[in-house]
């Protein structure tokens, strides 16, 4: 299954749930309210993995791999609705990805971690240019 594919099933399974969620969104406080409803939905299902882990060290218990798996794929769902409510297609988010993952490899080779990359030497944050590809923010 490709990236798109799951972007199709996650916005069929959204207009399932709420039909009218991608036309609402065109108002742009009812696109913010859906954005922070996906957020924090996918906050909480982060918050499930966790709690699928032993974290607490002052009790002993396993450690449930099997279900860290399921809400990695519910972050998943969430996840992409944001990207749809956000305006991002499956071909959005890969080309995105791989600008970010290029300047990352950049910032990486040029001192970003000891400290001496400056991510604004141009004047403009380096996400800005090579990722957005805006020179002029």
């Known amino acids: 299954m490709s990236l798109q594919a799951i972007f199709d099933e996650q916005i069929r399974l959204n207009e399932k749930i709420n039909p009218d969620l991608y036309k609402e969104i065109d108002d742009p406080e009812v696109k913010r309210q859906r954005f922070l409803q996906f957020e924090l939905a996918m906050r909480q299902e982060a918050?499930?993995?966790?709690?699928?882990?032993?974290?607490?060290?002052?009790?002993?218990?396993?450690?449930?791999?099997?279900?860290?798996?399921?809400?990695?794929?519910?972050?998943?769902?969430?996840?992409?609705?944001?990207?749809?409510?956000?305006?991002?297609?499956?071909?959005?988010?890969?080309?995105?990805?791989?600008?970010?993952?290029?300047?990352?490899?950049?910032?990486?080779?040029?001192?970003?971690?000891?400290?001496s990359y400056d991510k604004n030497a141009s004047g403009v944050e380096d996400n800005v240019v090579h990722v957005l590809g805006k020179t002029d923010a």
Do not use: P
């Not at 966790?50 to 002993?60: P, R, V």
């Not at 218990?61 to 769902?77: A, C, G, T, Y």
């Not at 992409?80 to 290029?102: F, H, P, R, W």
């Open 47 to 115: 918050a499930e993995a966790i709690d699928s882990l032993n974290w607490k060290w002052w009790k002993k218990d396993d450690d449930d791999w099997d279900n860290i798996k399921i809400e990695l794929v519910d972050m998943l769902h969430f996840w992409v609705s944001m990207c749809t409510v956000a305006g991002l297609s499956a071909d959005d988010v890969i080309e995105l990805y791989l600008k970010k993952n290029q300047l990352n490899h950049k910032r990486q080779n040029e001192g970003y971690k000891d400290g």
